[in-house]
């Protein structure tokens, strides 16, 4: 939260900032719970950096507290579900829940379905699964994926055992609440002929091959490189140690997750809840091993260099001037995402005010909600900004008669009369991000009319 200022706001924040001005019970791209968290906060707390982020640093918080119990769970003391608990201070956690996203939220669903499942297994209570399915079904309100951690759950479950689980009446019980709870969103869903799926298709188009060459690399980083010691020694565990059986289906998930997301070609993230769950058990098993005074010092000595490396990538410790010489930011997707929107705003702001009445569309939704963020301030009438991404294509379009346009990041010549290039964006800092030098373009006079003409601006990404 120290550092929750330093930069601006990340794409994604100005795109749940907006969807938050528009309820729905569900959007193309996603469930409502992350937009409407933005919402609340931006009630609770003032449209402020801080406040908008606030939630997720709760989320990391709550990550180290599942990290633990999830360790004492296996019997970790004080020394193992300290070590656990670092994880959330990892470069995975770090990075993710530094800004508001849905992923914060969702590993945190995902470590709580996973200790309530350790927790039913463990005890031999199986009362807990109720538990899951409550916390999936909730979590199905943030995000889908939570799904996957089921199918995987039960495929491990099959695999490995214990297979009495699968027969426990408690277990489909607490499935079938989490149903219910879930239901309005599967229903957004079937009525609106299952978008969820055409954006993983799109997504799987655009960004397959990038997500299938960082699966690997992901994981070893997701808590950090030399805490990944930590999370390999708890997956081997799970997969030996008799008295880890009855949860050894958390390591087999893993493993069968895994090739599914290569073939999926999904995001490498997908599987960071199941990792911490790995990683909080190796952090039980890792307190076993440090009983030397060497090894505790080695121990010790891993987890400041990892929290060090972790916050020097993830966090924006360093000014932009040492950024552009350093060259992290450019290596974290997150970082380069919040940099330069009052600037690009104010560079399409001055364009816009040549053409009065023009309506403006961007690219993006980072672009979007730029403009709807800081454009009021600059003369900019929200009412003309639009975008074809994702949910932004349904909710709005340019009204028909709109003769002229400022097009920001959209190539689309052939749809005008005429089109001239008037300006390019940029931050003013030698920082590569998805915006920096994008055209900004003046065209006039719709070659079709505007129910016609907008479809072909729509793109999942």
């Known amino acids: 939260m120290l550092t929750s200022g330093q930069y601006g706001y990340h794409r994604d924040e100005l795109y749940f ?17 992350t937009p409407m968290i933005a919402r609340a906060a931006v009630w609770l707390f003032g449209d402020t950096l801080w406040g908008l982020r606030l939630p997720s640093a709760l989320a990391v918080a709550a990550v180290a507290m599942l990290l633990a119990l999830i360790a004492r769970e296996v019997g970790a003391g004080a020394v193992g579900q300290s070590l656990a608990a670092v994880g959330a201070a990892g470069t995975g956690v770090l990075v993710v829940g530094h800004v508001l996203t849905t992923v914060a939220f969702d590993a945190v669903v995902w470590l709580a379905v996973l ?6 297994l463990l005890r031999a209570d199986p009362r807990w699964w109720v538990g899951v399915g409550v916390t999936a079904g909730v979590g199905m309100w943030n995000k889908l994926l939570v799904v996957l951690l089921i199918l995987a759950l039960l495929a491990a479950l099959a695999v490995a055992g214990p297979r009495e689980a699968l027969r426990s009446r408690w277990l489909w019980i607490g499935f079938g609440i989490g149903a219910v709870i879930a239901l309005p969103n599967a229903i957004y869903q079937v009525v609106n002929d299952f978008p969820q799926l055409s954006m993983a298709a799109a997504l799987a188009e655009n960004k397959g091959d990038e997500a299938r060459a960082l699966l690997v690399p992901f994981q070893i980083v997701a808590i950090g490189l030399p805490l990944f010691p930590v999370l390999a020694a708890g997956v081997v565990c799970l997969l030996r140690r008799p008295q880890l059986r009855p949860i050894r289906a958390f390591a087999v998930a893993y493993l069968l997750l895994l090739p599914v997301l290569f073939v999926m070609a999904a995001q490498p993230y997908y599987a960071a809840g199941l990792a911490l769950a790995c990683y909080a058990v ?42 552009e010489t350093i060259g992290l930011a450019e290596m974290n997707q997150v970082s380069r995402d919040q940099i330069g929107w009052p600037e690009y705003t104010r560079q399409v702001a001055e364009i816009a005010a040549t053409v009065p009445g023009a309506a403006v569309i961007t690219s993006n939704y980072g672009e979007h909600g730029a403009l709807h963020r800081y454009g009021p301030e600059l003369g900019m009438d929200t009412g003309l900004i639009f975008s074809g991404q994702n949910e932004l294509h349904r909710i709005a379009r340019p009204a028909d008669g709109t003769e002229v346009v400022v097009l920001v990041g959209v190539q689309a010549p052939s749809m005008f009369d005429s089109c001239r290039v008037e300006g390019r964006l940029d931050s003013g800092w030698d920082i590569e991000n998805e915006e920096q030098g994008v055209l900004i373009s003046v065209c006039r006079g719709p070659v079709k009319p505007w129910t016609e003409l907008w479809p072909a601006f729509q793109h999942y990404d």
């Open 282 to 323: 190796g952090a039980a098993v890792t307190e076993n091993w440090a009983r030397s005074v060497l090894r505790r010092v080695l121990l010790v000595a891993a987890v400041v260099v990892n929290v060090l490396l972790a916050a020097a990538f993830a966090l924006p410790v360093f000014p932009l001037a040492v950024q």
């Open 17 to 33: 900032r907006f969807l938050g001005q528009h309820p729905a019970w569900g959007y193309v791209d996603q469930p409502p719970g």
């Open 115 to 120: 200790l309530f499942a350790a927790r039913a």
